[in-house]
């Protein structure tokens, strides 16, 4: 049921109030969407307020859903540049003088969100007195990306399989499509790739595509748009040709083509995802093109469509082993400017890859003439993956509140990516999902969180974490103040924990090899440098941190000037970041007063000692949330425990090794 229990409304004078404000509603329109807004409106007003409200035929209703050129709007004060500020997907909720509440927009899909966000606003417990909401999606694009294969087995997923029943589709609608369609029209979400970003060329095929449509069906109502990825070496393998040279014109042809048979099964299909010369994936690296070359010729065959190409910015080689979080800026900033109108690059919240903590990637301020997009991960790949509780809104919202350094009022990373720093042509954030088969969707049950926060981000980069908290454990455990406030406190401390006792001060990319989960950093045998968890933290006898400095690899210069100026010196890099940037010496004076090892095992420490907390925490909750999800969280927690304790004792010995210094006091003794 994710954050739609509806759970009943439980304070009786707050019921009351409810149901004497909404005694009836109506919802004039035909169509597949206004039957879900029907549907949705009679469920959750019946469960929240326990009793049936009746949908009645009569615009004098006391909620009144309608879209913008209904007489009830025309007629009333709100105005024409109000109404069409709203767009395709913004609604408006606004309590009249006749004491009813009117809730409209310029479509069905804006109705259906607005619709979600009045029920949210009974979930959450606050007043329906005298409403005045105008809410408009700040990004055009909100996806999923689903890393699942065709096989149903996920890349970096950690809730059971692919919800994705390829085998069974198109003639078996598992009803999970329409579950998950709904979940997401929730948030806003409004587009996904059900396909691995390591892509299938298969997908293409006509046998897939006819699966590809039915779920396409399925999901036109709720206003999720299906998009693919694309392998770039795709008229190769299954088109027959001896060349996927971008140039080519008979490549080009075929990718024309290909999208216009596309369409024909999904008229409104958005576009593909491509992943190109990244990890083995094939791309116009390979024939001595470009990226702009590569996307371009994709771009052209969707546009006549309105189809776009979201081009992933995610590229390392071993070509240039230097420093790989120089790598995307070195590729991509060179073309900025090159890419066609419907080209979007993808960039990765940081430059390595979803550590932990890490600091803004620099594309997000060195390109001003390409839509740039924001990918983030839902899934904890490098987070615990679905054994850990952590709460990503406070991750999510550090890159979003990150201060570009470009020259512009608008210059935090949010800015860019919704298109008020450069008013981009579009806009997209997507988000790695964590969904799978588990009865729970995601694994571990604050995964559902996680969804949720990116989904409201996505809609809006502007809400703050502990907003997004307050909503989902109110949607999800219900009202209750000890309740709330206690879940509440654990998520919001809960991604720090996880630095903590993972990569504290600026370490990354210590997790053990290929599966990324518990600690691995000793590990140096792999076939390329920068698998090398010693790459990352270049540990010796001196100090510890990848110096990336005018001394080091520069990747610092890559930031614009007042940023870099900022991470450059010792003095004013924000210590969460002084090993990102900073080789330095056991001994260098932290701003605690402790000595740089020290401070090290002392977070070690605190992130044990965080995760012990939540349990005691959670401890008290015992009666009070459902023994179901209560004894799961429990269970998970213990777990949590013993891998925060397995990741401080495994690094700190291994670095002692370096340091050769002893443990300050307040360590426990590693074993
Ligand atoms: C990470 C992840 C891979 C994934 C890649 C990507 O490297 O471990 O599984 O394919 O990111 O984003 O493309």
Redesign the pocket.
């Known amino acids: 049921q994710l954050w739609l229990r509806y759970d009943p409304v439980e304070e009786e004078a707050l019921r009351a109030d409810y149901i004497s404000q909404i005694q009836n509603f109506n919802v004039p329109g035909e169509g597949a969407t206004f039957d879900l807004i029907r549907e949705e409106l009679g469920l959750g007003l019946e469960k929240m307020l326990l009793s049936e409200i009746a949908e009645s035929q009569t615009e004098e209703a006391s909620l009144l859903v309608v879209l913008s050129d209904h007489t009830r709007v025309s007629r009333s004060d709100i105005s024409k540049e109000t109404l069409s500020s709203l767009g395709e997907e913004g609604y408006l909720i606004r309590s009249n003088e006749q004491n009813q509440i009117l809730l409209t927009a310029n479509t069905p899909l804006g109705l259906y969100y607005g619709t979600f966000h009045f029920l949210r606003r009974l979930q959450t417990r606050q007043s329906i007195n005298d409403l005045d909401i105008v809410s408009v999606p700040k990004v055009e694009t909100r996806m999923l990306n689903h ?1 699942d294969n065709l096989d149903r087995t996920s ?2 997923g950690y809730a059971g399989f692919a919800i994705w029943d390829w085998h069974r589709l198109p003639d078996y609608l598992d009803p999970i499509y329409a579950e998950y369609a709904r979940a997401n029209a929730s948030l806003g979400i409004n587009a996904t790739v059900p396909i ?3 892509s299938n060329a298969l997908i293409l095929t006509p046998m897939y595509l006819e699966k590809v449509k039915a779920l396409a069906d399925v999901f036109r109502p709720y206003g999720i748009k299906m998009y693919l990825t694309a392998r770039f070496s795709a008229p190769v393998q299954i088109g027959g040709l001896k060349t996927a040279d971008p140039l080519d014109p008979a490549v080009a042809n075929w990718w024309k083509e290909k999208v216009d048979e596309i369409y024909e099964y999904v008229p409104d299909f958005g576009g593909f995802l491509v ?1 190109a010369n ?2 083995g ?1 094939p791309g116009p690296h390979d024939y001595g093109r470009n990226h702009a070359d590569g996307a371009n010729m994709m771009a052209k065959a969707l546009a006549p469509h309105g189809g776009k190409v979201i081009w ?1 910015a ?1 590229v390392y080689s071993e070509e240039n082993p230097e420093d790989r979080h120089k790598q995307a800026n070195d590729q991509f900033v060179p073309l900025d400017g090159q890419f066609e109108d419907n080209v979007l690059i993808q960039v ?1 919240n940081g430059a390595i ?2 550590q932990p903590r890490e600091p803004f990637h620099p594309l997000f301020g060195a390109m001003n003439k390409t839509n740039l997009a924001m ?1 983030f ?1 839902i899934t904890q ?1 490098y987070l615990g993956q679905a054994t850990q509780l952590v709460f990503m809104g406070p991750y999510y919202k550090e890159c979003l509140d990150s201060d570009t350094g470009i020259k512009n009022k608008n210059s935090l990373v949010s800015d860019v990516i919704d298109g008020s720093a450069y008013q981009q042509k579009h806009t997209l954030m997507a988000g ?1 999902a964590n969904i799978g088969t588990d009865r729970n969707w995601t694994g571990h049950l604050f995964g559902q969180s996680n969804w949720y926060a990116f989904g409201r981000l996505a809609w809006d980069p502007d809400i703050s974490a502990q907003q997004i908290a307050d909503e989902w454990v109110k949607m999800t455990f219900g009202a209750d103040k000890k309740v709330e406030e206690t879940i509440k406190s654990i998520m919001m401390e809960s991604r720090e924990a996880a630095v903590n006792y993972m990569t504290p001060l600026g370490l990354h990319h210590l997790m053990a090899t290929g599966h ?1 989960y518990g600690p691995g950093p000793w590990v140096s045998n792999l076939g390329r440098p920068e698998w090398n968890p010693v790459y990352y933290h270049r540990a010796d006898k001196e100090g510890i941190g990848f110096d990336r400095t005018e001394s080091g690899s520069n990747a610092i210069g890559q930031y614009n000037k007042s940023v870099a100026k900022r991470f450059s010196s010792l003095k004013t890099c924000p210590e969460k970041y002084l090993l990102w940037f900073h080789h330095v010496s056991w001994d260098y004076q932290m701003q605690s007063g402790n000595i740089l090892w020290d401070e090290l095992a002392l977070r070690y420490q605190q992130g044990v000692n965080q995760v012990r907390d939540f349990k005691s925490q959670w401890a008290t909750l015992e009666g009070k949330v459902d023994d179901g999800r209560f004894e799961h969280v429990r269970m998970l927690l213990n777990i949590q425990e013993k891998e925060a304790i397995w990741w401080k004792d495994s690094s700190l010995l291994y670095f002692q090794t370096f340091s050769e210094r002893a443990f300050p006091d307040g360590i426990e003794k590693p074993k």
Do not use: G, L, T
Request: aromatic share 16%; proline share 0%.
């Open positions: 890393w890349e970096r691995n970003v390591n992943k990244s990890e994936q992933r995610f990765k890859d979803f990918e991960q790949e790695v990324h």
